[in-house]
């Protein structure tokens, strides 16, 4: 059974960086896209960002530029570099894990992002 456990999250003020973390229980993050979602309160769950098994990668417009999604396969982990954060950007954050020829996929429970003004 693979779990994924994010970290990283915290309070940062407007303009600030974060680092999150998601380490996979086991080696998926080889094969899996792997990918980092938002959930605002009262909103529904988006992608940010999305990193493929040969590291192309996807964003979200309204990150562009800012987030950075990357993965370490020997280390089962996968990051999304945060930066010029603003405060709509505050969310939880989950990170995804997508077997690329099924619909087999695995979450996080979440870190949370606050970013004040």
């Known amino acids: 059974h693979v779990q994924l456990v994010e970290s990283g999250g915290g309070l940062v003020q407007l303009g600030g960086s974060l680092r999150l973390s998601c380490a996979a229980s086991?080696?998926?993050?080889?094969?899996?896209?792997m990918a980092w979602y938002r959930q605002a309160p009262e909103k529904q769950r988006e992608l940010d960002a999305l990193?493929?098994?040969?590291?192309?990668?996807n964003y979200a417009d309204s990150v562009k530029g800012r987030f950075t999604i990357s993965r370490d396969n020997p280390k089962n982990t996968v990051y999304l570099q945060m930066n010029s954060l603003k405060p709509e950007d505050t969310a939880v954050y989950f990170c995804?894990?997508?077997?690329?020829?099924?619909?087999?996929?695995?979450w996080g429970r979440g870190t949370q992002v606050t970013v004040s003004s």
């Open positions: 086991r080696s998926i993050t080889c094969l899996y896209t």
């Open positions: 995804n894990a997508r077997h690329p020829l099924t619909t087999y996929e695995i």
């Open positions: 990193i493929t098994s040969g590291c192309s990668t």
